[in-house]
Every structure is written in C-alpha cells, then in structure tokens.
C-alpha cells in the first residue's frame, strides 16, 4: 500500500496547528499533528522540505521502518523539531493502518484496559474566590482531578493563571501563546512563591475537602532545593503530583528532590525521546511520564517509553494542552485506553472554533475520556475550514526576575 501524496496545512482556529496529511494510492487519508507551540513553521518546513519527498511511494504499513529511516538517515538525531515532524508521520501511517483494518487505534495496540481516561482539569485564580469558582468550573465540565495555579503577591502576570474569571463564561484558556510581533514578558519571584503556595493548598483542601486530587505545574522554575522545600512544603496537601519542579535539562536534580520530599514527581512535557527519560526511569525519581505523543516522535515512541516506565510502576500523565492538536491527543488518548500503566490524562477543551476544523469523535462522559470507536485516530479535518484560518506568528511569553535578569518561563 504506497503512499502517492503528502502535505501539510497550516492553520489558527484560535491558535496554530501543523497537520501532516497522508494520502495511499487507493485514496486512504492518515492525519498527523506536527505542532511546536511558538516555533510552528520550522516543523512544516523540515516536513515539506526534506521529508516528504521521501515518504512517496513508501508502504504506508511499515510504521516502525518509515520511524528508524526519518529517525537514522537525518544524522542529526532528537530535538523538538525533529521529533514532531516524525510524530506527525508515526501518526498518520497508524491512522492508515487502523482505518485499512476497520479498527480504532487502541485496538491494534493491544484492546482497551480500562472503560476510559481518568482527567485532570485547569483551575486558577488571581484570589482565592476566583480559584475556588475555577474549581468548581472545572468539576462541572466533568473532571475529578483538578490542576491548581494561583497569582502571586508582588508578581504581576504568572504562568497558568486566566487573565479573567472563568465566570465571566469566557471560555477558559490561559495558554499565552500571544499572537504578534514580540513575545509577551511575564514577570517572577521564586521565593514569594514559595511563600505563597502552600497557603493557597491549605485553603484549597479546606474548601473541597481531602478526597479530590489536587495537582500543580511548577513549570520548570526552581532550582532543586528549593523543588525539595517546595515538594516538601506541599506534602500536608497530598498532591496527585508536582510537575515539572526544575528545568529538564538536568536530570540529575531530580535526585536532590526526591531525596527530601514525597511528594510524587511529573516530569517530561518537553523531552523528545525515551533517552530523556532513561535515568529518570531507572532511578525511579519519578513517578509520572508527561512526554506527549506531538512532541516525542509519535504513537510508536509513547508506547515504548510506557513499556519501560512499567517495569519500574511508573505511570502515565501525557501532556494534554491545547498547543497539542485533537489529532494528536487523539493519538494519546488511545495509547492511554490500551497500557496497563495508564495514570491521568492532563484535558484542556480545544475551542469551539479548532473543533470546526477538526472533527472528533472523542467522548468525555462520567469524567471518562473515550477516543471513539471509529477506525484509525477518529479525527478529520476540514481542509476547506482549516483555509479559512491563515498562521498567525505567536510566541510563547518569557520571564524576568524582579532585577531583572531572565529566568525560566
Ligand atoms: O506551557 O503547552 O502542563 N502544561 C504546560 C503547558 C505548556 C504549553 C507550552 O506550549 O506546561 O501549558
Ligand atoms: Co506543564
């Protein structure tokens, strides 16, 4: 079954998103989601560029070959870009190979292992009102895990925090991926935040009692003592987990971490491959895998790491934003269904408008999230939509510290 047209659609309905889309000779469509939040062209780029011409007349059903060719023949291993054009690719040929077979991805990865996906919801606040109204927003919308971010005294506009009250009926994304010229700056004080969380964590479990799963993103900020003091400050609070406590790059932070709370560690929203949690893993300093299917290398990749992460009962916890479009949710969401090690799934609503563009079959009922039963991922797009819906730059926004010097957004 060769593979006779490839191409990519770039389109904003509300934000940016790089569809790969893979036609085989009998007329067989597979989708793939390539989008890099802030850094969208460059991944079309490398597709149109210097992939695609190799995909033509490949057989479609050589899933795990077409990986190690893109993966090997490059030279230039791993990396962001890299490993969404990849996953882009990985995706579509699953998607092929399901609707061939009349099955749902989930079934040709093993069958399902569980009636649904547990999720974790968005909740934040600039006050403690506000959270709470967050909260309860977010339990209504069918979670029965709730993700807390709050403002900071002194610290004008904080990562994760709504820029208005999800009262208001404003549909709630506080992804600040802002469109225009320049990224917006945000400002940061480590130690005031330090100071202020676990007040906020106090009052949360107050107000909703101790059964509801609390979790929250530290979003690469603090260097490892204070991620232990934090982690350390928090554990009254029982989190479900504490994400993304240092920056990625260094693995070995991790240790001094978890060396000094028990509170349950998240990590790899940004890492690219299983190499970036090789150490993590085998020392067992976390206890959650958040790499998402968009961003490292495709349904193949996530079903691997997840593999390996269960020798060591860690579980899974895919990064869910809307800067991962429903195709490539989808594709997690069936890798979710199928492991035994299946944790939570992070769900953000993509808006209204993306959904005019991308049509799926997904449900989410009972607090259950369920990838449907049509064949393949169970997403299509509207190429005639997408059209109407032309790149916008944006950018991601950065820190700085309060004199000034650039930190880690
Ligand atoms: O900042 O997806 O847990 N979620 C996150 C996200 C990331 C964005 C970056 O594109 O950390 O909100
Ligand atoms: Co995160």
């Known amino acids: ?13 509300s934000r940016n998103f790089v569809t790969l889309k893979i036609v085989t000779e009998d007329g067989v469509v597979g989708w793939g989601d390539a989008t890099l939040n802030g850094r969208e062209l460059a991944v079309a780029s490398y597709l149109s560029e210097h992939v695609l011409p190799l995909l033509i007349g490949r057989d479609a059903h050589r899933i795990e070959d ?32 399901g609707k061939v077979a009349g099955l749902p991805l989930y079934q040709l990865l093993g069958g399902a292992s569980r009636v649904g996906l547990h999720t974790y919801g968005h909740a934040s606040g600039r006050d403690l009102p506000e959270l709470f109204d967050s909260v309860r927003a977010t339990l209504e919308e069918g979670h029965r895990s709730v993700r807390i971010q709050t403002s900071i005294p002194g610290v004008r506009a904080v990562y994760g925090v709504a820029s208005q009250a999800q009262s208001t009926g404003e549909r709630y994304d506080y992804e600040p991926a802002g469109r225009g010229s320049q990224p917006a700056e945000e400002d940061w004080d480590t130690g005031a935040y330090l100071r202020h969380l676990p007040t906020v964590f106090e009052a ?55 060396r000094n709370t028990i509170t349950p560690l998240a990590i790899g929203e940004v890492f690219n491959t299983i190499w970036d949690f090789q150490h993590l893993i085998q020392a067992q300093l976390i206890d959650y895998v958040r790499a998402a299917s968009t961003h490292f290398g495709g349904v193949s990749p996530l079903k691997k790491v997840m593999d390996f992460a269960a020798q060591y009962q860690i579980k899974s916890g895919f990064h869910g934003p809307t800067d991962v479009s429903p195709i490539g949710f989808a594709a997690q969401v069936h890798v979710g269904l199928a492991i035994h090690n299946f944790g939570i799934q992070e769900y953000m609503l993509h808006s209204s408008l993306t959904e005019s563009v991308f049509d799926q079959g997904m449900t989410f009922v009972d607090g259950f999230l369920h990838p449907s039963d049509r064949p393949g991922l169970g997403v299509e797009v509207d190429e005639e939509a997408a059209a109407a819906f032309p790149y916008q730059r944006a950018y991601l926004p950065f820190n700085r510290l309060p004199d000034g010097t650039m930190h880690d957004w």
């Not at 990986?67 to 699953?94: C, E, K, N």
């Not at 920056?247 to 240790?255: D, G, I, K, M």
């Open 1 to 13: 079954m060769r593979i006779s047209s490839a191409d990519i659609i770039v389109t904003s309905p």
């Open 66 to 97: 077409t990986w190690q060719f893109l993966y090997r023949s490059a030279y230039w291993r791993r990396g962001p870009v890299t490993m969404a054009a990849i996953a882009a690719v990985d995706m579509a040929l699953w998607d092929i190979k």
């Open 204 to 258: 949360v479990r107050n107000e909703f009692g101790s059964e509801l799963p609390l979790l929250h993103d530290g979003h690469h900020r603090m260097t490892p003592l204070q991620a232990a003091r934090l982690g350390r400050s928090l554990e009254p609070y029982d989190l479900f987990w504490l994400e993304d406590c240092t920056p990625a790059e260094n693995q070995r932070a991790l240790e001094v971490v978890r």
